[in-house]
């Protein structure tokens, strides 16, 4: 079974522009999570999906949006780029919501922010 | 009240050691306590978890020990090999939540 994707891997991005990351999680898995890690913060929760509904949202301004298609694939979006958005953002996937047991993360995508 | 408190930052471990490595909660309605294993370049992978009915879990050389009074909860490497030498995070959650609050992470280097 392939395990959670992310894409880009890798992005480099200046300030004020917007970027959108995807997320394939798991075959039969309905639930994506997103988040943030940065070396100050650690890993910081940023929003869950599960079947198209956003059931969570962490601590993050308004500038950080996500969406999950009818396909469990999940994008988040970051318009009006900061330098303090520079980090690894990790996308995990369950195959129910709020089921702690069965998180699994995938590589992340790395954004750096000039 | 969402906070997990982590320690040591950083730990250097001879191979074959004990690597120890302690997390404390506030938040009382946590009922399920993860370790995460981090190598450079990939994903959290979930280690080794507990909840606050039992007191200990061992999984080979990983066992986390679990004080629910004290509100603490620690991971300890046996027989600590150089193949484990990554970050750690401890983490907790509440029930029905996919949330997982985080520690700050322990970066462990075991030396031969």
């Known amino acids: 079974k392939a395990g959670v994707t992310q894409t880009p891997r890798y992005l480099i991005k200046t300030r004020g522009q917007q970027v959108t990351l995807s997320c394939s999680p798991i075959?039969?898995?309905?639930?994506v999570s997103w988040y943030q890690q940065t070396p100050g913060q650690g890993l910081q929760f940023l929003f869950e999906?599960?079947?198209?509904?956003?059931?969570n949202k962490g601590n993050f301004p308004g500038r950080f949006s996500g969406r999950q298609f009818s396909n469990s694939r999940s994008e988040m979006n970051v318009s009006t780029l900061e330098l303090g958005d520079s980090a690894l953002y990790l996308c995990?996937?369950?195959?129910?919501?709020?089921?702690?047991?069965?998180?699994?993360f995938g590589p992340g995508t790395r954004l750096l922010v000039l | 009240q969402q906070q997990v408190k982590q320690s040591p930052q950083s730990l250097i471990v001879q191979k074959g050691g004990i690597s120890i490595i302690n997390c404390a909660y506030e938040?009382?309605?946590?009922?399920?306590f993860p370790w995460y294993q981090q190598f450079p370049g990939k994903g959290p992978a979930l280690l080794i978890a507990?909840?606050?009915?039992?007191s200990e879990k061992k999984e080979g050389r990983f066992t986390i020990s679990f004080n629910k009074s004290a509100k603490q909860f620690s991971l300890h490497i046996m027989d600590s090999q150089p193949g484990d030498s990554a970050t750690y995070f401890c983490?907790?959650?509440?029930?029905?939540?996919?949330?997982?609050?985080f520690g700050t992470g322990t970066k462990l280097q075991v030396i031969p």
């Open positions: 938040n009382t309605a946590f009922d399920y």
């Open positions: 075959s039969g898995h309905r639930s």
């Open positions: 983490a907790a959650s509440r029930p029905g939540y996919q949330k997982v609050t």
């Open positions: 999906y599960f079947s198209e509904t956003q059931r």
């Open positions: 995990a996937s369950s195959p129910l919501a709020g089921n702690q047991e069965t998180q699994y």
């Open positions: 507990i909840r606050p009915d039992v």
